[in-house]
């Protein structure tokens, strides 16, 4: 079963607007989400994470919201730029079992457009 | 400070031979987890070592799988008897130990390995 979705596959925006990815998630022992920019060939690389005890972490360009009582977060990006065309991923990090293994979603392709 | 490297990049190997993927750590990460994507999804946990121990390995997905870390640094995944289903990019992690849970809890990502399977 897939504990952590992301519905979107893709997502197109024009630069200067804002980008939003959304995630929703369906294990209630998730206790920090992370989200990830991956561009071909490469690894994933780390943008901004935020614990479930907050319900907003912000970082220049990106923000992250976390709904806790409906299991869903999203990650805002303002202004969106061309470079930011990749795909994002998701993860959450449970409270037992594995260390700190992450469960992520299935990406989701952003677009940004001139 | 590098960061994370593996070797090979790419890997090409006929159905029933045995490979070998190699993972550099950042110096110092106590950490090291090992992930596999297929094509259109997400990364997807195999196995996780803490210095050389390997305290999870419930990702594996049979026992032709194998991984170690002896001197708590270098890891190596091992695949015996390669089928066409392990075609996939096997990606590294690590991450250090603390303080705070950013520093514990984010991973950081090599390039990844893309094996083939003919």
């Known amino acids: 079963d897939q504990q952590v979705k992301q519905n979107s596959p893709s997502l197109s925006v024009q630069e200067g607007r804002i980008s939003i990815l959304n995630c929703d998630y369906t294990n209630s022992m998730f206790d920090y989400f992370l989200w990830y920019k991956k561009y071909p060939a490469e690894g994933p690389t780390f943008l901004i994470s935020?614990?479930?005890?907050?319900d907003k972490n912000e970082d220049g360009r990106f923000t992250v919201f976390l709904n806790k009582s409906a299991k869903h977060l999203s990650l805002h990006i303002v202004p969106s730029q061309p470079g930011d065309s990749a795909v994002y991923f998701c993860a959450a990090k449970g409270l037992t079992g594995g260390g700190n293994k992450l469960t992520f979603g299935t990406g989701t392709q952003l677009k940004v457009e001139l | 400070g590098a960061g994370v490297s593996q070797s090979p990049r790419y890997k090409v190997a006929k159905r029933g031979q045995d490979v070998a993927l190699r993972c550099d750590p950042i110096s110092g990460h106590v950490s090291l987890f090992w992930y596999q994507q297929a094509l259109g999804q997400g990364p997807e946990f195999l196995t996780y070592f803490q210095n050389e121990a390997q305290l999870d390995k419930s990702g594996l997905p049979s026992d032709r799988f194998f991984a170690e870390r002896p001197e708590g640094s270098v890891s190596t995944l091992k695949i015996q008897r390669t089928q066409q289903e392990d075609s996939a990019v096997y990606l590294c992690?690590?991450?250090?130990?603390?303080?705070?849970?950013?520093?514990?809890?984010?991973?950081?990502f090599g390039p990844g390995t893309r094996l083939t399977v003919l």
């Open positions: 935020i614990s479930s005890i907050k």
């Open positions: 992690a690590s991450s250090a130990r603390g303080p705070g849970p950013r520093h514990r809890y984010t991973q950081y």
